[in-house]
């Protein structure tokens, strides 16, 4: 008889485990849900949108991990947030505005866990305002141009961004295997 992983029996307990403060509990989440307070005087952007199944219906209980460059000499900053406590399934973050980091365009690295998945998947998010980089950065430039659009933020207002993760059928998010 073969054993669960971790990861296939994780499912169920994202809200109660990993993300607790965000869904009601009387839990300390590990992670803080966003990455900028508003009283923070640095350039900051917003982040929202929804996990999408292969039928293009929101995803109830998916969870995401951001993680965002801040600089050569500094840790990449981390936030966790589940989709479940919105009617649409919207997730929405706020964070300090990534920066160039070794050559790369600004970016925020993703790990996408829902029910269903038995692994992670692990994506970026570009900006699309930032063209001339996104232009030169290494990873985007290795993905096929016709699915390049599918690992870019749309500006819906200065500094708030809209980003759909598509987990497969059409328009499906462009993951990673690292």
């Not at 499912?11 to 485990?17: D, E, I, K, R, V």
């Not at 600089?71 to 406590?85: F, H, K, Q």
């Not at 829902?114 to 692994?119: C, F, K, P, V």
């Amino acid at each position: 008889m073969s054993r669960q992983t971790p990861s296939q029996t994780v499912g169920p307990f994202f809200a109660y485990g990993l993300v607790p403060e965000q869904y009601g509990y009387d839990l300390k989440s590990a992670f803080p849900m966003q990455l900028i307070n508003s009283d923070d005087p640095a350039p900051r952007i917003n982040l929202s949108g929804q996990v999408l199944d292969g039928d293009g219906n929101p995803v109830q209980d998916a969870m995401l991990e951001f993680f965002v460059e801040q600089g050569e000499d500094a840790p990449p900053l981390m936030c966790r947030v589940g989709t479940g406590t919105n009617a649409q399934c919207r997730y929405s973050v706020d964070f300090p505005r990534p920066k160039i980091v070794a050559g790369e365009a600004p970016h925020i690295d993703v790990i996408v866990t829902a029910r269903g998945m038995l692994l992670h998947a692990i994506t970026r998010i570009y900006l699309d305002d930032e063209r001339q980089a996104n232009e030169s950065d290494p990873t985007l430039q290795r993905v096929p141009a016709e699915r390049r659009h599918t690992l870019v933020a749309r500006t819906h207002q200065e500094n708030f961004y809209h980003f759909d993760v598509r987990l497969q059928g059409n328009g499906e998010t462009v993951f990673f295997e690292l």
